[in-house]
């Protein structure tokens, strides 16, 4: 709607004044009509903001409640779904971040339509426009292949638009590309945009264009997938479960991979970054408020309007459920001991070093600016600019408080919208707002330039081992949190290790865990170990007399259990009946 509103000129418009009944003709008589058509494309991008169960539920980020899709995920409940579904409430399918079977290929039709549309109709358009419209489409076909890609592994790869009149069921009946060959048609999209040069590398907040795909977004996807491949559940020739297909593997080891991944990044920050345009945005904390959108880090992003059905309902799912007294959020944002243990201390020293002043009875003292911006803690002293005036959330077992179902403190039966795990999260929500339904109008951010970076240390750091440019990459990251840089002399394992913690600690709660753990096949120890709690209570409970103790306990609500299947999710029974070249994913089949 933004876009549409944003690019139309009166003088533009055929004779036909009702846009809403555009024929087959006037869709493509001009640039103003046929940017309808794309303009119903982008919106096709999922609202993640509004999505209840976010990918970090499938983590050991979050100790989430029962009822959600990833709570049977997590106990090993992977049952191939009878049709296509994006359930979030008990299914069994895993995850799906706004993709189906069934609407991800409603996206790639109506891309496939307006290409071929646009090509068919190009004397009605400029030379600039035509390239410039036809790069972003086949952009967002890439990007939706991408996004869909590492759940699924291997998909039919499709760029014409199928027709029932004209073709045979066997053109029809189009079988799965490999993982290579989705792979490959990915990165070689993305790779001819970026040649191209037609898209700009950046857009600018307050531009009519704001939320189009650049070049930026196009190269640091491409970086992402080449990552995302030459990790080891996909880069090697023996794959977690029999694939003889090769639907989730290579078939191969090569280490050129993490080469190839290395040299995307570092094009992106050689060409794109260090401020030009893009870079670290100097206040990580308010990096996503509404006021900073298209900060010199964001890379490609969603337009996000509050108040409207295009609004985000974020804050409303997570966060400290009362806040001053009131219910404000269903409380599902409860980061785990495992994540909080993550974040250094304001020193740089991890926890686990003696030397690092880490106190296990005063565990929030002297930590990280980053764990102080993205965590509600027991004693946190919680002000968000729409709150009139600041609050002490608390988290500990406290038997004075005459109803503590209406607190914060720690919920261990999993019985009310009160946090498990003793921590709420900061990160991303809206300071602005109030917790409410499609109340936010912050952008959500898929991709920003700290991952970028992180991004090259970690291909370049396989590929070559810690040289300057990996130290240098990680040290951005951390100097920007107030940390100083990493020890020098580091070997390629203790560069690596550095590398996944600031990794955890920098994107957590930004759908980045799910995807980390599973191609770094990490999975059979992370989701197949309980999680644990911070719970805090006093020796003298009758009136806080006593001393606060905490305890680390392990969760209670689930036995956690992980199968090799679950690395990837089950292709649903019904695309497979209508189409019998489509082949299961490993582990799925009777």
Known sequence: MILLIASCKPDEF??????????DVTQWAN???????????????????????????????????????????????????????????????????????????????????????????KANFSESYFNRRIDEARFLRAYFYSE????????????EVLDRGSMSPEELQTPRATFEETF?????ELGSIVSNGYLPVKMSAGSPDAGRATLGAALVVKGWIELFGASPLFNTASPYLPDPGKFVHFGNYDPNRWAT???????????????NPYGLFDDLANLWRESNEYNSEVIWDRQIVANTNMGSSYERFGGPTYVLGEYQTWGNYNPTQELVDQFSMANGKLITDPTSGYDPQDPYKDRE??????????????????????????????????????TNQIDL??????????????????????????????????????????????AANEASGPIAGVYDAVNKIRNRAGLPNLATGLSK????????????????????????????????????????????????????SGVWVYSVEEEKKYTVKFLPKQYMSPIPQNVIDQNPNIEQNPGYTN
């Open 184 to 188: 490959n048609f990915i990165t070689s």
């Open 261 to 275: 991944a290395a040299a995307t990044n570092k094009k992106f920050i050689d060409e794109y970054g260090n401020g």
């Open 369 to 406: 600016q980053r764990f102080y911006d993205f965590i509600v803690f027991d004693g946190a002293h919680y002000k968000l600019d729409w709150m009139p005036r600041e609050e002490i959330i608390r988290t500990r077992i406290d038997e004075t408080v005459p109803n503590p179902d209406k």
């Open 493 to 544: 394992e203790q560069m690596r290790e550095a590398i996944y913690r600031e990794r955890r600690v920098e994107l957590c709660f930004e759908d980045k865990r799910f995807l980390d753990t599973k191609r770094l096949a990490q999975n059979e120890e992370v989701m197949g170990t309980p999680r644990h709690n911070m719970v805090i209570r006093n020796t003298k409970p009758a009136d806080n």
């Open 148 to 159: 869909f890609f590492v759940h699924v592994g291997g998909i039919p790869i499709l760029t």
């Open 31 to 121: 640039e103003t009509n046929a940017d309808i058509y794309l303009n119903d494309i982008y919106s096709e991008i999922p609202n993640r903001s509004s999505i209840t169960e976010n990918l970090d539920f499938y983590t050991d980020n979050y100790n989430i409640s029962h009822y959600y899709t990833a709570s049977n995920w997590r106990v090993g409940m992977a049952i191939v779904p009878s049709s296509s579904t994006g359930n979030i409430w008990g299914g069994t399918q895993g995850p799906t971040n706004g993709f189906t079977w069934q609407n991800f290929f409603v996206k790639i039709r109506k891309i496939n339509t307006y290409i071929q549309k646009m090509t068919e109709n």
């Open 413 to 458: 039966a999993g019985t009310t919208d009160v946090g498990d795990s003793g921590y709420y999260q900061k990160k991303k929500l809206n300071p602005d707002k109030a917790p409410g339904d499609n109340a936010s109008g912050q952008n959500f951010i898929f991709y920003r330039y700290a991952e970028v970076l992180l991004n090259y240390a970690e």
């Open 14 to 23: 055929l004779d036909n004044d009702n846009k809403s009944n555009l024929t």
